[in-house]
């Protein structure tokens, strides 16, 4: 990560570049408007001098991107999720897990406020997710380990609406960074016109973004899978994937299903496969415009 040149942040056609010499302001070529392509925080790309300043010339293969909020070659992405207020919604937070699958991220689940109402009720409906849970309480310092061991070598986003303690969290695991808790894109509107963009930070052996004034529910809004991938963006259904009776298998009413077979035994979360078929439903009905 160290010897690449990564965008660190990118405001207003300016993309500040991280290289070896340290970090460099840049213009994109204009080659880029051209092929409709933009370049976001985490792109790992190529600069060149011209008329004397430095440029982004070439953006380098991307492992995924994400449009809201903008940025590339995420590893790890991080849900944080409260136990109260605000309650804890299994379909957003499944959504997001989905995505994150998809675009091939680890999501990982951190769950907050566990000292105002327990958090086993709801790690319980993960447990056979394949995805890992983590309690985290920034200011007893429980579970911030676990997170920076994930941190390290990776690119890490955290999401998190407003009130989960998701700002309290990038405090306590950036330390010398001061991030603004939110005020800023609450007095503007939720992401509207703010100038502020997503900046990647150094911390514990990998980078981790802010991305401020984006909620879970925007990301949600921005990802859509295509109902025949929707199987393989949930772990424990895409173990299943070829044990069904049929090929082309919806998991939905069809009869020698293994996933509503693994369902009955307990297998496979009631509120997971409950949030599957949902998804599964509005990807059915999406018209092809939409996608």
Not at 131 to 150: C, F, K, M, Q, S
Not at 153 to 166: D, E, M, Y
Not at 170 to 196: C, F, N, Y
Not at 218 to 223: C, K, L, N, T, V
């Amino acid at each position: 990560m160290e010897h690449q040149n990564y965008i660190i942040k990118g405001v207003g056609g300016f993309y500040y570049v991280k290289t070896a010499d340290g970090v460099l302001e840049c213009r994109a070529k204009g080659i880029f408007r051209k092929r409709g392509l933009t370049p976001v925080a985490g792109d790992n790309v190529r600069v060149e001098t011209e008329g004397g300043s430095p440029v982004v010339a070439e953006i380098l293969p991307r492992k995924n991107v994400f449009v809201r909020p903008p940025i590339a070659n995420v590893d790890n992405f991080f849900i944080v999720v409260s136990t109260v207020q605000p309650s804890p919604s299994t379909l957003v937070t499944d959504k997001l897990s989905a995505i994150a699958v998809d675009k091939g991220a680890q999501p990982v689940l951190v769950l907050t406020k566990d000292d105002l109402h327990s958090a086993d009720e709801f790690a319980a409906l993960y447990e056979h997710s394949g995805i890992p849970v983590i309690r985290a309480n920034a200011a007893t310092g429980e579970g911030l380990d676990a997170i920076r061991a994930r941190l390290d070598g990776s690119l890490s986003v955290f999401s998190g609406n407003s009130g989960v303690g998701k700002s309290t969290l990038l405090s306590a695991l950036l330390p010398d960074v001061r991030l603004e808790t939110g005020e800023i894109s609450k007095k503007l509107g939720r992401g509207r016109h703010t100038t502020r963009e997503v900046t990647l930070y150094e911390a514990h052996g990998g980078l981790v973004a802010d991305t401020p004034g984006f909620a879970s529910l925007d990301m949600a809004s921005a990802g859509n899978i295509d109902k025949d991938d929707l199987q393989f963006a949930f772990p424990e259904i895409a173990r299943l994937f070829g044990k069904c009776r049929f090929t082309g298998c919806a998991h939905i009413a069809e009869s020698g299903c293994a996933v509503r077979e693994a369902l009955e035994r307990g297998e496979i979360g009631e509120t997971r496969y409950a949030s599957y078929a949902e998804l599964y439903n509005e990807a059915k009905e999406r018209k092809q415009w939409q996608k």
